[in-house]
């Protein structure tokens, strides 16, 4: 163990048994030369079998966290950097925050081969502070809270569609989205959407204003953290920085998008909402304070009616204002 401590991955007895044994006899040598035991005490160290664990005897359960860092990483560094160790990751993920989603999906009560996602995110900076990609502890390549775009419907689009209003100067008409929408030109309204950064489809008229907008969580998130900033979109980030043997290779401060003009800020932020895609096949719920952003969404990864009971809402709601409480 001490010996492999200069570069765990390279030196790792699993990808390289040869190093590690060097590693190991160069402790033993120093050890030997300095008192600390004897060299028939070594010989006997050397001759004792390392008792590696059987990767096959079970697999560790990876984090839903953990494996979502390497997204970034990919981006910003290449293969050899990542493996060869001696690398330090300044993440946005919060140990506490993410445990707390991760709890979160697992225990809510949903319909049978439904699944689920969570995320949340800090408005002022944009740091990602925990994602859940699907219900399983250990999580697939795919995932649901970045990779998922699915309809939001009336309810999770309204305060979008009130914010848009008052960038050109309406009223938003509170609990109608659809009138709030009707005020404004068509195409107007859809790029006035894109700056909240959605990327996914958008419908037309009525239906774009009943909430017909294919986003991921990321993507809502983020909207609403532009709202909760006053028209300020953050970027979002997983990594802060990376360091390697001492030297930083990257380094990321946060960043906005200067998306709306500060008047369009709505006077009242709702602090939660819920809500189903008028398919009804989706289910999202938020939670929004000035430090987090919280979205959840369930459904079926191919697409069909999705009977949520009460008592799951209820569960969802209520694990929503425990993490939205101040420790």
């Known amino acids: 163990m001490v ?3 200069r570069a765990p991955h390279a ?3 699993r990808r390289n048994l040869e190093g590690a044994i060097r590693q190991r006899d160069e402790v033993l040598a120093r050890l030997v ?14 001759a004792q079998p390392l008792e590696l664990r059987d990767p096959d005897a079970g697999e560790i359960e990876t984090s839903h966290g953990t494996r979502v860092l390497r997204r970034p990483l990919e981006v910003v560094l290449n293969e050899a950097q990542i493996t060869t160790g001696g690398l330090r990751v300044i993440t946005s993920l919060d140990f506490t925050i993410q445990q707390s989603l991760e709890k979160l999906v697992q225990e809510v009560a949903i319909p049978n081969n439904c699944q689920m996602a969570a995320l949340a995110l800090d408005p002022r900076n944009g740091d990602v502070l925990g994602v859940v990609g699907c219900r ?9 809270a970045l990779d998922s775009h699915r309809d939001l419907g009336p309810d999770m689009i309204a305060p979008l569609i009130g914010t848009i209003a008052l960038e050109r100067g309406h009223l938003p008409i509170e609990g109608n989205p659809v009138s709030t929408g009707r005020q404004l030109q068509d195409q107007d309204a859809i790029q006035l959407l894109k700056r909240f950064g959605f990327e996914g489809t958008l419908g037309r008229g009525d239906d774009l204003y009943r909430g017909t907008l294919s986003v991921s969580l990321l993507e809502l998130a983020t909207a609403y953290a532009t709202i909760l900033q006053s028209g300020s979109r953050p970027v979002p980030v997983f990594v802060r920085e990376l360091i390697q043997n ?12 200067p998306a709306f003009d500060e008047h369009s800020r709505l006077k009242r ?3 939660q909402l819920n809500g189903t895609s008028l398919s009804k096949s989706d289910y999202w719920a938020a939670a929004l304070s000035p430090e987090i952003v919280i979205v959840v969404w369930i459904g079926y990864d191919q697409p069909q009616v999705l009977d949520l009971t009460g008592k799951s809402k209820t569960q969802i709601s209520q694990k929503l204002t425990f993490l939205l409480t101040p420790n």
């Open 246 to 257: 001492e030297k930083s290779l990257f380094r990321r401060p946060p960043a906005f998008f």
């Open 3 to 5: 010996g492999i401590i």
């Open 136 to 144: 399983e502890k250990k999580p697939t390549g795919f995932n649901r």
């Open 33 to 46: 030369t300095t008192k600390e035991i004897t060299q028939q005490e070594a010989d006997t160290i050397k």
């Open 11 to 13: 030196c790792s007895p």
């Open 269 to 271: 932020i709702p602090r």
